[in-house]
């Protein structure tokens, strides 16, 4: 064999194999051009004929140089081949000038050339020889294919029965990753090679362009890894001048650091078959003998017959597994869109049913982040560092309906430290303008991965300076890595199901938001009407009520003396209910307007506001009675300062009057604990209390849990701080106690 030059070896990630321009020696191979099929390149072993030396060849018509061709294969070669493989045209003998001949005939295109290969037939070495008696063994391997259940026990019949076919030594079946690495999975010897099983091996063993033509061209075979390259004559395609395209070769030479790799390995002779699922390369069998072993046409055909039916089978049971896997998630699926559809607000559907959000996509925990909510479902990382991975989501992903990764670290370093709960995301976005996710996590596992030698020696230097060398593995010992922050990769149903649920979320929210926008149209139309209401009111009915109240002061003041004290009582009556009505009509209006002002939201200091408020009131508040205030520090918030001094004041006056009677009324305003983006404010006070049994009524208009006898009122003033906080976007609720006291709670937006 000739000698390995370095630079051959160099960048054999990028090495052009398909164009090497050299045969392997078992057999010849003639560029065949235009319809004459005139002979333009042939390799440098093209055997002598009689009459026409090889070295005449060149420029002559295919039946000129090979009488033996007949009009049948003629035929086949002009009109027949297609660009999708080798088609094998039977056996032909041909009186070489050594004597007769047999060669196995495979031809194909190779762009406008049709190229013809001559592989000179194989003796029966003790494999099987004729289809006839391959057919039983064929016939057994398919009806044990249909027995077996899993995809393992596939695998093992495939090598056991290529190995039997073929007589070699060790076959594996070799199946990629989604990084194209590759782990044995099945293998089947004699004991004279070591075993593979179970052993990984790293992509750069099979580069990107070895790959491409494993799924081209299924069937590739080195008799003999000592063989002399034969050189195609010319190099170049005449009429083009590029080298000739050999992708779809039976006899193509392998690149010479394939050549070394299968030396340092121990094997001389190799075959592979490549296993294609739906056309996308999803392993090799790869066979291999520690001696020169030729396998015959034949057999080898026979071996893409099991390979090509095992894929099918493969498929059909990876398609039912899948199909099993999205029917079960397809259930959950409808049954948390059926949750969510019965609630207000979808999220509350998520919520209440955290073992099917889970289920769903196979998680330890879940989280359903939006800029103010952070809502966390099983087993997740803080709070804290939930929005750190959704603030870096909404930055480098904002754009994608869908991320996926089982390495989150590798991604996003510093969830390493979180790996324990989310070594592994899957990020759907459930708003088209927000940035809104619902993110599924999966735990770290830790898995121990052999690897057929150590995967990160590939390259060496070079001393005199070049190019570092990339060289083939030298040694085949076990090197064991522990893989850590990874998690177990999500499926594709699970990926698909997870895709599903968002665009039935976004479709919830589209309907929702249909339905909104209807209701503001009756809205609108409402508040036209409750205006022309307001201009009524303040027109119709305050004038009377003022007039009434001006008539009857004039009537006690000049005619006062003329009545009884049961005239005077009864003129006072009607001068306060004129009164009481007039301010009941006042309040009726601010309350109506308080849902149509525009909200000036500032930064207010709610200190500030909280004693501007305690101070007006304190000028009206009779001398003997005794009040202590404890406001507490209370920050700021983000609201609009007019409507929020309306809330306070309502409720610091009530605080005033339902503490009317205590020898010492104490008037508590704090801030709380915030909570969720919120600022939580309340006003305590140890007054009358109420019952809580009645407190679904305290913020509706006109309810009163005390009579007016007792305590003076309209029963608006709680449900103008309901109507302002809620505008906010924040939520107020009251706790109290007949006898103790009462607590208003209400928040606010931080930012």
């Known amino acids: 064999m000739r000698s390995v030059q370095p630079a051959e070896l160099t960048a054999c990630d990028r090495e052009p194999i398909h164009i090497l321009g050299t045969l392997q020696p078992h057999g010849f191979l003639l560029a065949l051009e235009g319809p004459d099929l005139r002979i333009v390149q042939a390799s440098a072993n093209l055997p002598d004929q009689p009459g026409c030396p090889a070295d005449e060849a060149h420029g002559r018509p295919l039946h000129a140089v090979v009488p033996e061709i007949g009009a049948a294969i003629t035929g086949v070669l002009t009109d027949q081949l297609g660009h999708d493989g080798a088609a094998y045209l039977g056996t032909l003998t041909l009186a070489t000038g050594t004597g007769p001949r047999a060669y196995d005939l495979a031809a194909h295109r190779s762009g406008a050339l049709t190229i013809l290969e001559f592989e000179e037939s194989a003796g029966e070495g003790g494999a099987a020889g004729s289809l006839d008696s391959l057919y039983p063994r064929l016939r057994a391997f398919i009806e044990a294919l249909h027995g077996a259940t899993k995809v393992e026990a596939l695998c093992a019949l495939l090598a056991a029965d290529i190995r039997q076919l073929t007589g070699f030594d060790r076959a594996l079946v070799y199946r990629f990753d989604r990084d194209w690495n590759g782990t044995v999975v099945a293998e089947d010897g004699n004991g004279v090679l070591p075993s593979y099983l179970d052993l990984r091996w790293p992509a750069s063993d099979i580069p990107a362009q070895a790959r491409e033509l494993y799924r081209r061209n299924r069937l590739r075979i080195i008799p003999d890894a000592a063989y002399e390259p034969v050189p ?82 493969l498929a059909a049971k990876e398609r039912g597994a899948l199909s099993e896997q999205r029917l079960a998630l397809g259930a959950i699926q409808a049954r948390l869109l059926a949750f969510m559809a019965e609630e207000e607000n979808f999220v509350e559907g998520f919520l209440k049913h955290p073992e099917d959000v889970l289920a769903l996509t196979d998680a330890g925990g879940a989280a359903i982040v939006t800029g103010q909510r952070c809502h966390l479902m099983g087993r997740t990382p803080s709070e804290r560092q939930v929005r750190g991975v959704y603030e870096w989501l909404s930055a480098q992903h904002g754009g994608e309906a869908v991320h996926v990764t089982d390495a989150l670290g590798e991604e996003y370093p510093p969830a390493r430290t979180i790996a324990d709960t989310a070594s592994g995301l899957l990020a759907i976005s459930i708003s088209e303008k927000y940035a809104s996710y619902v993110l599924w996590f999966r735990p770290e596992v830790v898995q121990t991965v052999r690897w ?164 007006k009131m304190i000028r009206d508040i009779p001398l003997e009675r005794a009040i202590r205030w404890q406001v507490g520090p209370l920050g700021r918030a983000q609201a609009d300062p007019v409507m929020m001094r309306l809330v306070i004041e309502n409720l610091l006056s009530n605080a005033i009057k339902y503490t009317r009677g205590r020898p010492e009324a104490v008037i508590e305003v704090v801030r709380e604990a915030d909570r969720d983006g919120e600022a939580v404010f309340c006003v305590r006070d140890n007054g009358v209390g109420f019952d809580m049994a009645y407190v679904s009524k305290l913020f509706g208009v006109f309810q009163r849990l005390h009579r007016v006898e007792e305590f003076e009122g309209t029963g608006i003033g709680l449900a103008n701080v309901r109507r302002i906080v809620e505008r906010h976007g924040g939520q107020v609720w009251a706790e109290g106690v007949l006898g103790r006291g009462a607590t208003f709670h209400f928040t606010l937006p931080i930012r």
Not at 242 to 263: A, F, N, T
Not at 273 to 301: D, F, M, Y
């Open 232 to 313: 195609i004559l010319p190099l170049m395609t005449p009429s083009t001048g590029e080298p000739l395209d050999l992708s779809q070769s039976v006899l193509r030479s392998v690149s010479p650091v394939h050549v070394e790799y299968m030396r340092n390995m121990g094997t001389m002779a190799s075959m592979s078959v490549s296993i294609l699922v739906e056309g996308v390369l999803w392993g090799l069998i790869s066979c291999h003998n520690k001696t020169a072993r030729r396998v015959p046409l034949q057999t080898r055909n026979a071996c893409d017959i099991l390979t090509q039916t095992f894929a099918l089978q």
């Open 452 to 615: 057929g030698g150590d995967p990160t020696k590939a390259t060496s230097k070079d001393p005199a300076g070049g190019p570092d060398r990339l060289h083939p593995r030298k040694s085949f010992e076990t090197w064991k890595e522990t893989v850590q922050g990874r998690s177990l990769p999500w499926s594709v149903p699970e990926v698909d199901t997870a895709k599903d649920l968002r665009a039935a979320v976004l479709g919830i929210v589209l309907r929702r938001a249909e339905e909104l926008a209807a209701l503001t149209e009756e809205l609108q139309r409402s508040n036209k009407e409750l205006e022309a209401f307001s201009y009524s009111v303040s027109h119709d009915l305050r004038a009377p009520f003022r007039h009434i109240v001006g008539y009857a002061e004039l009537l006690r003041s000049r005619e006062g003396e003329k009545f009884s004290e049961r005239g005077r009582r009864y003129v006072d009556t009607i001068i306060e209910a004129a009164f009481s009505a007039g301010t009941l009509v006042d309040n009726l209006l601010t309350f109506s307007q308080m849902g149509r002002n525009a909200l000036n939201r500032i930064s207010c200091d709610m200190n500030q506001l909280v004693e501007d408020v305690r101070r």
